[in-house]
Protein backbone atom coordinates (compact mmCIF):
# COMPACT_ATOMS: atom_id res chain seq x y z
CA UNK A 1 0.00 0.00 0.00
CA UNK A 2 1.32 3.52 -0.94
CA UNK A 3 1.75 5.61 2.23
CA UNK A 4 2.67 8.96 3.74
CA UNK A 5 4.43 9.20 6.87
CA UNK A 6 4.81 12.67 8.15
CA UNK A 7 6.51 13.86 11.37
CA UNK A 8 6.59 17.71 11.11
CA UNK A 9 8.34 18.72 14.36
CA UNK A 10 12.14 17.96 13.44
CA UNK A 11 11.57 20.17 10.22
CA UNK A 12 10.96 23.34 12.44
CA UNK A 13 14.51 23.32 13.19
CA UNK A 14 16.93 26.33 11.38
CA UNK A 15 13.68 28.04 10.21
CA UNK A 16 15.48 31.65 10.90
CA UNK A 17 18.24 30.51 8.79
CA UNK A 18 19.54 32.67 6.10
CA UNK A 19 19.08 32.31 2.62
CA UNK A 20 21.72 33.27 -0.42
CA UNK A 21 20.13 34.22 -3.46
CA UNK A 22 21.61 35.39 -6.60
CA UNK A 23 19.88 38.37 -8.85
CA UNK A 24 18.33 35.23 -10.83
CA UNK A 25 17.05 33.59 -7.93
CA UNK A 26 15.92 36.66 -6.64
CA UNK A 27 13.91 37.29 -9.56
CA UNK A 28 12.97 34.06 -10.13
CA UNK A 29 11.23 34.03 -6.47
CA UNK A 30 9.59 37.35 -6.46
CA UNK A 31 7.95 36.11 -9.65
CA UNK A 32 6.72 32.94 -8.17
CA UNK A 33 5.60 34.83 -5.26
CA UNK A 34 3.12 37.41 -7.33
CA UNK A 35 2.19 34.12 -9.26
CA UNK A 36 1.43 32.01 -6.04
CA UNK A 37 -0.35 35.34 -4.54
CA UNK A 38 1.28 35.50 -1.44
CA UNK A 39 0.68 38.59 0.27
CA UNK A 40 2.81 41.69 -0.21
CA UNK A 41 3.85 41.36 3.48
CA UNK A 42 4.30 38.03 4.27
CA UNK A 43 7.06 38.53 0.66
CA UNK A 44 8.59 41.37 2.21
CA UNK A 45 9.58 40.00 5.28
CA UNK A 46 10.65 36.66 3.57
CA UNK A 47 13.35 39.03 1.49
CA UNK A 48 14.43 40.60 4.72
CA UNK A 49 16.03 37.23 5.36
CA UNK A 50 17.89 36.91 1.95
CA UNK A 51 21.42 37.72 1.54
CA UNK A 52 22.72 38.15 -1.69
CA UNK A 53 25.64 37.22 -3.37
CA UNK A 54 25.99 39.77 -6.28
CA UNK A 55 24.33 43.39 -7.06
CA UNK A 56 21.27 43.84 -7.94
CA UNK A 57 20.73 46.67 -10.06
CA UNK A 58 18.01 49.24 -10.23
CA UNK A 59 16.91 48.55 -13.58
CA UNK A 60 15.75 44.97 -12.52
CA UNK A 61 13.36 46.39 -9.92
CA UNK A 62 11.67 47.96 -12.45
CA UNK A 63 11.83 44.88 -15.07
CA UNK A 64 9.72 42.78 -12.30
CA UNK A 65 7.05 45.80 -11.31
CA UNK A 66 5.49 44.60 -14.35
CA UNK A 67 4.58 40.92 -12.26
CA UNK A 68 2.83 43.31 -9.96
CA UNK A 69 4.42 42.80 -6.61
CA UNK A 70 2.83 44.65 -4.04
CA UNK A 71 4.81 47.98 -2.03
CA UNK A 72 6.23 46.59 0.87
CA UNK A 73 7.86 43.89 -1.59
CA UNK A 74 9.26 47.06 -3.74
CA UNK A 75 10.33 48.35 -0.72
CA UNK A 76 12.24 45.82 0.61
CA UNK A 77 14.16 45.04 -2.91
CA UNK A 78 15.25 48.83 -2.52
CA UNK A 79 16.99 48.19 0.14
CA UNK A 80 18.71 45.56 -1.25
CA UNK A 81 19.64 47.81 -4.03
CA UNK A 82 21.53 49.37 -1.49
CA UNK A 83 22.57 46.73 0.62
CA UNK A 84 24.36 44.59 -2.04
CA UNK A 85 26.15 48.02 -4.37
CA UNK A 86 29.49 47.27 -3.10
CA UNK A 87 28.86 43.34 -4.36
CA UNK A 88 29.92 42.40 -7.14
CA UNK A 89 27.99 42.67 -10.49
CA UNK A 90 25.41 40.12 -11.86
CA UNK A 91 26.27 37.97 -14.62
CA UNK A 92 24.19 38.13 -17.50
CA UNK A 93 23.66 35.34 -19.89
CA UNK A 94 24.76 35.97 -23.65
CA UNK A 95 22.57 32.69 -25.13
CA UNK A 96 19.14 33.67 -26.43
CA UNK A 97 16.35 31.92 -25.60
CA UNK A 98 15.60 29.14 -27.95
CA UNK A 99 11.81 29.74 -29.76
CA UNK A 100 9.18 26.88 -28.39
CA UNK A 101 7.89 25.24 -31.62
CA UNK A 102 4.92 23.24 -31.13
CA UNK A 103 4.24 20.28 -33.24
CA UNK A 104 0.17 19.56 -33.78
CA UNK A 105 -0.32 15.98 -33.29
CA UNK A 106 -3.94 14.49 -33.43
CA UNK A 107 -5.16 12.50 -30.66
CA UNK A 108 -5.69 8.92 -30.88
CA UNK A 109 -9.43 7.78 -31.83
CA UNK A 110 -11.59 6.50 -28.63
CA UNK A 111 -11.25 3.11 -29.40
CA UNK A 112 -7.23 3.45 -29.31
CA UNK A 113 -7.78 5.48 -25.84
CA UNK A 114 -10.22 2.30 -24.62
CA UNK A 115 -7.23 -0.05 -25.90
CA UNK A 116 -4.57 1.80 -24.67
CA UNK A 117 -5.79 1.80 -20.72
CA UNK A 118 -6.76 -1.48 -20.92
CA UNK A 119 -2.88 -2.56 -22.03
CA UNK A 120 -1.94 0.64 -19.10
CA UNK A 121 -4.07 -2.12 -16.52
CA UNK A 122 -2.49 -5.19 -17.68
CA UNK A 123 0.62 -3.34 -17.18
CA UNK A 124 0.22 -1.97 -13.90
CA UNK A 125 -0.92 -5.42 -12.44
CA UNK A 126 1.97 -7.57 -13.53
CA UNK A 127 4.80 -4.45 -12.95
CA UNK A 128 6.01 -6.10 -9.96
CA UNK A 129 6.21 -9.38 -11.36
CA UNK A 130 8.84 -8.70 -14.00
CA UNK A 131 11.23 -6.80 -11.56
CA UNK A 132 14.32 -9.04 -11.53
CA UNK A 133 16.46 -8.96 -7.59
CA UNK A 134 18.45 -5.70 -7.56
CA UNK A 135 20.46 -3.39 -5.06
CA UNK A 136 20.34 0.05 -5.47
CA UNK A 137 21.60 3.67 -3.31
CA UNK A 138 18.63 5.40 -2.39
CA UNK A 139 19.39 9.39 -1.56
CA UNK A 140 16.46 11.29 -0.07
CA UNK A 141 17.14 14.79 -0.05
CA UNK A 142 14.67 17.25 2.49
CA UNK A 143 13.60 20.36 2.79
CA UNK A 144 11.12 22.68 4.34
CA UNK A 145 10.10 26.12 4.12
CA UNK A 146 8.52 27.39 7.44
CA UNK A 147 6.54 30.17 5.29
CA UNK A 148 5.05 28.46 2.83
CA UNK A 149 6.43 30.85 -0.38
CA UNK A 150 7.74 27.85 -2.10
CA UNK A 151 11.77 28.42 -1.69
CA UNK A 152 13.24 25.89 -0.24
CA UNK A 153 15.67 25.16 2.97
CA UNK A 154 17.51 21.98 2.93
CA UNK A 155 17.32 19.74 6.33
CA UNK A 156 19.11 16.67 5.49
CA UNK A 157 19.88 14.40 2.83
CA UNK A 158 19.70 10.29 3.56
CA UNK A 159 21.44 7.48 2.06
CA UNK A 160 19.96 3.84 2.06
CA UNK A 161 21.39 0.71 1.00
CA UNK A 162 18.03 -0.02 -0.97
CA UNK A 163 17.41 -4.52 -1.26
CA UNK A 164 14.59 -5.66 -3.44
CA UNK A 165 14.58 -9.67 -3.46
CA UNK A 166 11.74 -11.91 -4.29
CA UNK A 167 9.77 -9.14 -4.71
CA UNK A 168 9.92 -7.65 -1.07
CA UNK A 169 11.60 -4.17 -0.29
CA UNK A 170 14.18 -3.33 2.03
CA UNK A 171 16.07 0.01 3.48
CA UNK A 172 19.24 0.48 5.36
CA UNK A 173 20.27 4.13 6.44
CA UNK A 174 24.05 4.07 5.39
CA UNK A 175 25.07 7.90 5.90
CA UNK A 176 22.14 11.54 7.23
CA UNK A 177 24.28 14.21 5.85
CA UNK A 178 27.47 11.88 4.85
CA UNK A 179 27.93 11.26 8.16
CA UNK A 180 27.78 6.72 8.95
CA UNK A 181 24.50 6.35 11.13
CA UNK A 182 23.31 3.26 12.13
CA UNK A 183 19.46 3.84 12.44
CA UNK A 184 16.48 1.88 10.85
CA UNK A 185 14.68 3.71 8.31
CA UNK A 186 11.56 3.69 10.41
CA UNK A 187 13.27 5.79 13.10
CA UNK A 188 14.18 8.45 11.18
CA UNK A 189 11.52 10.35 11.32
CA UNK A 190 10.41 13.47 8.92
CA UNK A 191 8.47 12.79 5.56
CA UNK A 192 8.50 9.44 3.88
CA UNK A 193 6.75 7.63 1.26
CA UNK A 194 6.68 4.05 0.00
CA UNK A 195 4.78 2.17 -2.87
CA UNK A 196 7.51 3.03 -5.44
CA UNK A 197 7.96 -0.58 -6.53
CA UNK A 198 4.69 -1.29 -8.35
CA UNK A 199 2.19 -0.53 -5.35
CA UNK A 200 1.47 2.97 -6.79
CA UNK A 201 0.44 1.90 -10.16
CA UNK A 202 -1.46 -0.92 -9.34
CA UNK A 203 -3.66 0.74 -6.52
CA UNK A 204 -4.81 2.69 -9.01
CA UNK A 205 -5.17 0.44 -12.10
CA UNK A 206 -7.16 -1.84 -9.54
CA UNK A 207 -11.21 -2.39 -10.72
CA UNK A 208 -11.99 -2.29 -7.34
CA UNK A 209 -10.73 0.85 -7.26
CA UNK A 210 -12.82 2.51 -10.02
CA UNK A 211 -11.01 5.06 -11.31
CA UNK A 212 -11.88 7.49 -14.21
CA UNK A 213 -9.85 7.93 -17.12
CA UNK A 214 -9.18 10.56 -19.80
CA UNK A 215 -6.94 10.75 -22.51
CA UNK A 216 -5.52 14.86 -21.96
CA UNK A 217 -2.75 15.38 -24.55
CA UNK A 218 0.66 14.47 -25.82
CA UNK A 219 3.90 14.67 -23.80
CA UNK A 220 7.43 14.08 -23.78
CA UNK A 221 9.79 12.75 -21.44
CA UNK A 222 13.31 11.66 -21.44
CA UNK A 223 13.23 11.71 -25.66
CA UNK A 224 10.21 10.05 -25.59
CA UNK A 225 6.78 10.63 -26.61
CA UNK A 226 4.06 9.80 -24.28
CA UNK A 227 0.34 9.77 -24.13
CA UNK A 228 -0.78 12.06 -21.06
CA UNK A 229 -3.77 10.26 -19.63
CA UNK A 230 -5.47 12.05 -16.41
CA UNK A 231 -6.90 10.12 -13.90
CA UNK A 232 -9.44 10.22 -10.90
CA UNK A 233 -10.12 8.16 -7.77
CA UNK A 234 -12.93 8.84 -5.28
CA UNK A 235 -12.71 8.63 -1.39
CA UNK A 236 -15.00 5.79 -0.92
CA UNK A 237 -12.53 3.78 -2.95
CA UNK A 238 -9.15 5.27 -2.35
CA UNK A 239 -6.19 3.01 -1.05
CA UNK A 240 -3.78 5.86 -1.03
CA UNK A 241 -2.70 6.87 3.08
CA UNK A 242 -1.36 9.24 4.98
CA UNK A 243 -0.22 9.04 7.61
CA UNK A 244 0.45 12.35 10.12
CA UNK A 245 3.02 11.41 12.90
CA UNK A 246 1.64 7.95 13.39
CA UNK A 247 -1.38 8.94 15.02
CA UNK A 248 -3.88 10.27 12.58
CA UNK A 249 -4.60 8.15 9.18
CA UNK A 250 -6.72 9.36 5.94
CA UNK A 251 -7.55 7.58 3.09
CA UNK A 252 -8.22 10.89 0.28
CA UNK A 253 -9.71 11.27 -2.78
CA UNK A 254 -7.04 11.60 -5.73
CA UNK A 255 -6.41 12.57 -8.76
CA UNK A 256 -2.56 12.81 -11.29
CA UNK A 257 -1.54 12.20 -14.64
CA UNK A 258 -0.12 8.66 -16.07
CA UNK A 259 3.19 9.90 -18.72
CA UNK A 260 2.76 6.32 -21.02
CA UNK A 261 5.71 5.70 -23.72
CA UNK A 262 3.70 6.29 -27.15
CA UNK A 263 6.12 3.69 -28.67
CA UNK A 264 5.39 0.41 -25.98
CA UNK A 265 2.84 1.26 -23.58
CA UNK A 266 5.12 1.50 -20.56
CA UNK A 267 4.43 4.30 -18.04
CA UNK A 268 7.08 6.62 -17.70
CA UNK A 269 5.77 8.92 -14.91
CA UNK A 270 2.49 8.70 -12.42
CA UNK A 271 1.50 11.75 -10.29
CA UNK A 272 -0.93 11.65 -7.12
CA UNK A 273 -2.54 14.90 -6.10
CA UNK A 274 -4.86 14.47 -2.86
CA UNK A 275 -8.43 15.76 -3.09
CA UNK A 276 -10.68 17.63 -0.97
CA UNK A 277 -8.49 17.46 2.84
CA UNK A 278 -10.43 17.09 5.53
CA UNK A 279 -10.40 20.67 7.73
CA UNK A 280 -9.67 18.48 11.06
CA UNK A 281 -6.33 16.66 9.59
CA UNK A 282 -3.47 18.81 10.00
CA UNK A 283 -1.59 18.16 6.48
CA UNK A 284 -3.62 19.89 3.78
CA UNK A 285 -2.04 19.45 0.83
CA UNK A 286 0.24 16.20 -0.24
CA UNK A 287 1.51 15.69 -3.98
CA UNK A 288 3.63 13.24 -5.47
CA UNK A 289 5.44 12.46 -8.55
CA UNK A 290 7.28 9.17 -9.60
CA UNK A 291 9.94 8.75 -12.30
CA UNK A 292 10.59 5.89 -14.45
CA UNK A 293 13.68 5.45 -16.52
CA UNK A 294 15.26 2.44 -18.64
CA UNK A 295 18.24 1.25 -16.49
CA UNK A 296 20.32 -1.93 -17.60
CA UNK A 297 20.97 -4.62 -14.64
CA UNK A 298 23.56 -7.70 -16.28
CA UNK A 299 23.00 -6.90 -19.13
CA UNK A 300 19.27 -6.31 -19.43
CA UNK A 301 16.74 -3.30 -19.69
CA UNK A 302 14.27 -2.97 -16.91
CA UNK A 303 12.09 0.29 -16.54
CA UNK A 304 12.49 1.18 -12.67
CA UNK A 305 11.95 4.39 -10.53
CA UNK A 306 14.25 7.18 -11.32
CA UNK A 307 13.32 9.45 -9.03
CA UNK A 308 10.07 10.62 -6.87
CA UNK A 309 9.58 14.00 -5.35
CA UNK A 310 6.47 13.88 -2.56
CA UNK A 311 5.36 17.79 -1.36
CA UNK A 312 3.13 18.26 1.94
CA UNK A 313 1.74 21.18 3.76
CA UNK A 314 0.79 22.20 7.23
CA UNK A 315 -0.66 25.31 8.07
CA UNK A 316 2.06 27.56 6.40
CA UNK A 317 4.88 24.96 6.79
CA UNK A 318 5.89 23.34 3.32
CA UNK A 319 8.11 19.92 3.14
CA UNK A 320 9.42 18.51 0.11
CA UNK A 321 11.46 15.00 -0.29
CA UNK A 322 13.24 14.17 -3.46
CA UNK A 323 14.10 10.95 -3.40
CA UNK A 324 16.31 9.58 -6.18
CA UNK A 325 17.24 6.32 -6.74
CA UNK A 326 20.77 5.01 -8.08
CA UNK A 327 23.19 2.93 -9.12
CA UNK A 328 21.22 -0.19 -9.88
CA UNK A 329 23.14 -3.44 -9.76
CA UNK A 330 22.10 -7.27 -9.34
CA UNK A 331 21.56 -9.10 -6.37
CA UNK A 332 24.23 -11.51 -6.22
CA UNK A 333 26.97 -13.27 -4.27
CA UNK A 334 29.93 -10.53 -5.11
CA UNK A 335 31.73 -9.74 -1.72
CA UNK A 336 31.41 -6.50 -1.76
CA UNK A 337 29.65 -3.50 -2.56
CA UNK A 338 30.58 0.13 -2.65
CA UNK A 339 27.60 2.60 -1.89
CA UNK A 340 27.86 6.55 -2.26
CA UNK A 341 25.95 9.65 -2.16
CA UNK A 342 25.54 10.75 -6.05
CA UNK A 343 25.43 14.16 -7.02
CA UNK A 344 21.21 15.50 -7.58
CA UNK A 345 20.00 14.01 -11.09
CA UNK A 346 19.97 17.40 -13.57
CA UNK A 347 16.51 18.50 -13.94
CA UNK A 348 16.33 18.20 -17.37
CA UNK A 349 15.80 14.47 -16.73
CA UNK A 350 12.37 14.93 -14.58
CA UNK A 351 11.05 17.97 -16.27
CA UNK A 352 8.62 18.17 -19.42
CA UNK A 353 10.36 19.98 -22.04
CA UNK A 354 8.83 23.19 -23.40
CA UNK A 355 11.33 23.42 -26.35
CA UNK A 356 13.67 21.43 -28.41
CA UNK A 357 16.08 21.21 -25.72
CA UNK A 358 17.92 18.26 -25.60
CA UNK A 359 18.87 16.04 -21.96
CA UNK A 360 21.94 15.94 -21.09
CA UNK A 361 23.57 12.18 -20.56
CA UNK A 362 24.40 12.55 -16.08
CA UNK A 363 27.56 10.87 -14.98
CA UNK A 364 26.85 10.28 -10.95
CA UNK A 365 29.94 11.47 -8.79
CA UNK A 366 30.32 10.57 -5.04
CA UNK A 367 31.56 12.18 -2.51
CA UNK A 368 31.68 9.58 0.35
CA UNK A 369 31.53 6.25 0.08
CA UNK A 370 31.02 2.54 2.14
CA UNK A 371 31.36 -0.77 1.20
CA UNK A 372 29.25 -3.31 2.70
CA UNK A 373 29.55 -6.65 2.21
CA UNK A 374 26.78 -7.92 -0.80
CA UNK A 375 23.89 -10.05 0.58
CA UNK A 376 23.86 -14.03 -0.86
CA UNK A 377 20.13 -13.83 -1.31
CA UNK A 378 19.39 -14.71 2.46
CA UNK A 379 17.24 -11.33 2.81
CA UNK A 380 16.15 -8.19 0.44
CA UNK A 381 6.03 51.71 -11.88
CA UNK A 382 6.12 52.32 -8.08
CA UNK A 383 3.39 50.34 -6.66
CA UNK A 384 0.81 52.78 -4.39
CA UNK A 385 0.68 51.82 -0.93
CA UNK A 386 -2.91 51.04 0.49
Known amino acids: ?104 IPPPSFDEQRKLIDNLRDYSMNYDKSLPDFLCTQVTRRFYDPNGLDY ?41 STGEFGDMLREIFERDTEASFQWERWGTLRRKRTHVIRYTVQQSHSKWQIVYEKSMTIRPAYTGLIFADASNGKIMRVTLEALDMP ?36 GRLLIRNDIEFRNYRKFGSDTSITFDTPEPLESDLVNEPTSRDVPKEVSPKGNVTREIPQENGSKPTKPAKP
Open 152 to 192: WVSADTITAKLSYFQHKEEKKVLFVNNQYKDIDWEKLGGAS
Open 279 to 314: SSFPIQMAKNQLDYDYTEISGSTFLLPLRAEVKMRE
Open 1 to 104: MSRFFVFIAILSLGSAAQIKFNVEQLAGFVKSSIRLKHPDAQVAAYLKKVTLSEQLPPGRIEDLLASGMGPKTYDQLQLMVASSAALPQAKVSAVPAEPIVAHL
